[in-house]
């Protein structure tokens, strides 16, 4: 099972809302990570926490606050989004194998439209 | 650092033909490659992965790559394709830590 899942779907917001994405994943993999990705570009790394520390964070701008629970969800907390900020979310969930390598598994994304 | 490109961005193919998609990259340390595909409206789902061993790997849905150190190639290849390998195909690399490097992306319409 290499199951990542997402919700929500889909989002709309305001400039002015606050509103949060959750992934979750049941593999037991150590580190999850948020992803952005514009229409027709790769994705581009956001946040990634390893054992529910965050890890990397890609000077991402303030409005984007990540969480990590436990070591089988993640979130990221939005608030005062900008237009430009309309894209797909996606998370990743990885492990470790034998040869100290991570191999990354996708969830479906959650498509933000920001107004 | 590493840097991944992917010599197509776009790769009309006719319904069972053959579709080679091009990957050539460059690290100054030893990097583990990998396929992965997008179809439309979705998230990235893995093809298929080198990380040592046999330079032919092979990957779900039929797809294979051949893994070129001395060309730092990465190639993917179907021998007959189907309407549905219609989506988005994205190398990447990875040196031994969390980050995926990624090609540009090459787009692959099937047509009947």
């Known amino acids: 099972d290499t199951e990542v899942t997402q919700t929500p779907k889909h989002l709309v917001m305001g400039m002015t809302n606050k509103k949060s994405l959750k992934c979750e994943q049941h593999?037991?993999?150590?580190?999850m990570y948020w992803y952005k990705q514009k229409a027709k570009k790769p994705p581009e790394l956001m946040f990634v926490?390893?054992?529910?520390?965050?890890?990397i964070n890609e000077s991402v701008p303030s409005r984007f606050s990540p969480e990590c629970p436990n070591s089988s969800l993640l979130n990221l907390h939005l608030h005062a989004l900008q237009p430009e900020d309309s894209a797909l979310y996606l998370c990743?969930?990885?492990?470790?194998?034998?040869?100290?390598?991570?191999?990354?598994?996708f969830g479906p994304g959650t498509r933000l439209l920001v107004l | 650092a590493q840097s991944v490109t992917q010599l197509d961005s776009q790769v009309p193919v006719f319904e069972e033909a053959p579709v080679e998609l091009r990957c050539n990259y460059s690290?100054?340390?030893?990097?583990?490659l990998f396929w992965y595909v997008q179809y439309p409206n979705q998230g990235l789902q893995l093809l298929l992965k080198?990380?040592?061993?046999?330079?032919l790997v092979k990957g779900i849905n039929g797809f294979e790559a051949e893994f070129n150190k001395s060309q730092t190639s990465f190639h993917l290849r179907k021998p007959s394709v189907h309407i549905s390998d219609t989506a988005e195909y994205f190398c990447?690399?990875?040196?031994?830590?969390?980050?995926?490097?990624f090609g540009a992306g090459t787009t692959v319409t099937v047509r009947a």
């Open positions: 990743a969930s990885s492990h470790r194998t034998g040869d100290n390598q991570e191999t990354q598994y």
């Open positions: 593999m037991g993999h150590r580190a």
């Open positions: 926490y390893s054992y529910e520390k965050l890890s």
């Open positions: 690290s100054s340390v030893s990097v583990y």
């Open positions: 080198y990380l040592s061993g046999s330079t």
């Open positions: 990447a690399v990875s040196p031994n830590d969390y980050k995926l490097s």
